[in-house]
């Protein structure tokens, strides 16, 4: 599936550095998320259908991201 992504409203957490260094997200067409690094706006974007954002959403809300070091 090719998304234009031109039009796209990018956002950020508020809770975001200063620096640049983020992930941002934007609300696509049917339904779909976009998701892209701050630093490079123009570089590549992931694109999860909706019931896919759900699943990365509830994942890292329960912690299955974090690492034990």
Do not use: Q
């Amino acid at each position: 599936m090719k998304i234009d992504l031109s039009a796209a409203n990018w956002f950020k957490s508020s809770h975001s550095e200063s620096s640049g260094a983020c992930v941002e997200v934007a609300w696509l067409p049917e339904d779909t998320v976009g998701v892209r690094d701050s630093k490079n706006p123009t570089g590549p974007a992931l694109v999860f259908a909706p019931g896919d954002w759900d699943d990365f959403t509830g994942a890292i809300v329960r912690g299955d991201f974090n690492r034990l070091v």
